[in-house]
Structures are given as C-alpha cells and as structure tokens.
C-alpha cells in the first residue's frame, strides 16, 4: 500500500514539457486555428514560431507541492494542523469544507523568459509580447503538469478533488502567498515574493487542490462531514 506524502514538500525539476502551437495561439486570442501553417500572415507565424523555439531554450520547468492535514472550521478559516491562518475566506470555505486535506501547488519557468522579454521590449516590442504569450502559457502548463501529479495521488488514495483555485481569486488574499510560499519552501525553486506579495519570476503559479471525502475512503481516515447549509448552493 503507498504511502501518503503529507506533511512534506514535494519538489520537481526539469519538468518535461511540449509547446504546443494550437496553445499559444489559444494565449494571443487566434481563434479556429490550431497550427502555425493555417495563418494567413507567414511573417505573423514566423515570429511565433521564433518564440516558441526561445521558448524551448529559455524555459527551465520546476514545482513543487505539499499536502496538509484539514483539522476543521473556525470562523471563517478552513485550519489544518500546519496553519490557521492561510485558508481564509468563503471561497475557501466552500472549497474545501468536505475535504481531508489540501494540496498547495507552486509551478514556475524560470526567469530567463521574462528576462528576454524585458531586455526586448523596447527595440523588438511585437516579437516581446509574442515570446511572454509563450512563457504566460507555459507558466500555466507547469501548473496544470503538478495538478495531474496531485490528481494521482487524491485517486490512488480513494478521494475526489476540487477543482485548483488559485492565490490571489476571489476573496482568498493575494496576502495568503506567503504562508504558501513558506509552507512548500519555493525558495527552493528559487521563487521570491515581492513586497506586494507577487512572485518572482513572475511567471509562476499558486493554487491549491483539496481532497474531497468519497465512499471509497476508508472510514478511519474521514473527518466528520458538517451539515450543508444554503450558502452551499452557490458554489
């Protein structure tokens, strides 16, 4: 039987990755068109396809996640054993009300992509924005590529998940990064915060997923599940 990793951040380097075309001009609002050979602009898709292929070169994927233990419901904080303080909020206490625990995820690209964009943004500004929209793409790839991770785990142990809702939406403050980058030691990944609690590189994610109870959880591991009340209906 595997064992639950809980408590413990699990860390990611050089995360495999693929740009996918039909993606990044899904980033640069490109409708109905999924590879760079359908454009009607052949110089339009020549820069894109330059940027994708920086992309590859500049790109460094890393993450990490850690997984903590809800202890119940206090006010208006979902608390857990190594926090009271991070799950604040309605949103959070719709989220994860009917779940055991909570996995905190951080992704990042590195910072050699914003870096090129910056250094370019005055002489090539066109071609700048085209190679952001790949690194803003590929930031949330790193995201989605710890979420399957996650998602693994949650099923291999008999729970649903929620959906991931990240650090900054709705009422959960963009304050609360810093108990998560703490918590999943993202120093470690060489992520920063600013004074104003925005990362760095900034082209990085933070989201949570909880692990929602289900018939398939053995009873000695399930909390007790508190009544529905009306604000249940809006989540």
């Keep these: 039987m595997p064992t639950m990793r809980i408590g413990t ?22 409708p109905r068109k999924s590879f760079l050979r359908e454009l009607d602009e052949p110089a339009l898709a020549a820069q894109i396809k330059k940027a994708i292929d920086e992309g590859y070169r500049l790109i460094q994927g890393k993450g990490v996640f850690r997984t903590l233990t809800i202890t119940g419901i206090k006010d208006n904080c979902v608390t857990t054993k190594e926090t009271e303080t991070l799950f604040i909020g309605e949103k959070m206490l ?42 803003a793409w590929m930031a949330d790839y790193m995201g989605i590529y710890l979420d399957r991770a996650v998602e693994k785990e949650i099923h291999r142990f008999g729970y649903g998940r929620t959906f991931r809702f990240g650090v900054g939406y709705g009422d959960w403050p963009l304050s609360s990064q810093k108990e998560v980058m703490a918590l999943t030691e993202a120093h470690k990944i060489h992520i920063e915060l600013t ?18 109870r289900t018939a398939d959880v053995p009873p000695k591991n399930r909390q007790s599940r508190p009544e529905p009340d009306e604000k249940e209906s809006e989540m």
């Design 9 to 30: 951040p699990v860390f990611f380097n050089n995360i495999p990755f693929e740009i996918e075309e039909r993606q990044i001009l899904r980033e640069m609002r490109i």
């Design 94 to 135: 719709k989220l994860l009300r009917y779940c055991d625990f909570a996995t905190l995820i951080v992704a990042t690209i590195g910072p050699q992509v914003e870096d090129r964009v910056d250094a370019l943004a005055a002489g090539e500004p066109a071609y700048s924005f085209f190679l952001e929209r790949v690194g």
């Design 195 to 212: 004074d104003s609690f925005i990362m760095i590189p900034r082209l990085s994610v933070s989201a949570v997923i909880g692990w929602e």
